[in-house]
């Protein structure tokens, strides 16, 4: 069946530090994939989307790229800062339903 | 524009009640989808109301249930509660049924003891 596997956190980075978090997928399908960040106490909101093989996404400085060669779909942003500490969800979308991994956290500390 | 909306922000609920949730989806959103996220994981897909209908059920029993109102707004019930059912329910809306991202309210947090 369709599934997102993410690696495990949690993620400690120092403020300015690199990030890259890896998404990879088994889909049927076609999938789209997404991002998802989820801030204390909140729900989940879209950080970034593509929805075919080579497309990039990006927001708020933050990068991933579909790879249908290797399935993947890995999150990048090259300075993380304070505020970005969250946990990231990764997700796809075959046109079924939404399937998502199970979180990573990231704390950025200054 | 509101967003996505869900009540009550915490509930606390004894083994064998049953529950209801509430969500608004956001405006101009006629999708609605339920998912439960269990501490430290992924939200995991219960159902999806469209048209007032449900469209796609995810992995879960029959104690769960749903429904959707013509403005769009639905309720999760669950019956029968048990202690695994302890998480935060997130509500997600999109205005076409499909692929389109999936907006979700900040959830309702229920223990059940």
């Known amino acids: 069946g369709d599934s997102v596997t993410q690696m495990e956190g949690p993620v400690t980075l120092s403020e300015e530090a690199f990030l890259t978090i890896n998404c990879t997928y088994t889909a049927t399908g076609y999938p789209s994939l997404f991002w998802y960040v989820q801030y204390p106490g909140e729900g989940l909101q879209l950080l970034l989307k593509a929805t075919k093989a080579d497309d990039k996404g990006s927001n708020k400085g933050f990068e991933a790229t579909y790879r249908k060669e290797t399935t993947s779909f890995h999150l990048e942003k090259g300075s993380v800062q304070v505020s970005d500490s969250a946990v990231y969800f990764c997700a796809l979308n075959t046109g079924n339903q939404f399937y998502f991994g199970t979180g990573t956290s990231l704390t950025v500390i200054p | 524009d509101a967003g996505v909306t869900q009540s009550p922000t915490h509930l606390i609920k004894t083994r064998g009640q049953q529950v209801t949730l509430r969500c608004s989806p956001k405006?101009?959103?006629?999708?609605v989808s339920w998912y439960q996220q269990a501490l430290g994981q992924g939200p995991q897909f219960i159902f999806q109301?469209?048209?007032?209908?449900?469209?796609q059920r995810g992995n879960f029993p029959d104690r769960f249930s749903g429904h959707q109102f013509p403005n769009y707004s639905s309720e999760l019930n669950v019956n029968a509660l048990l202690l695994g059912d302890s998480a935060l329910y997130l509500c997600?809306?999109?205005?076409?049924?499909?692929?389109?991202?999936?907006?979700f309210g900040n959830g309702t947090r229920l223990t059940v003891t």
């Open positions: 405006s101009g959103h006629d999708t």
């Open positions: 997600a809306s999109t205005d076409f049924p499909d692929r389109a991202p999936l907006h």
């Open positions: 109301y469209y048209e007032e209908e449900e469209r």
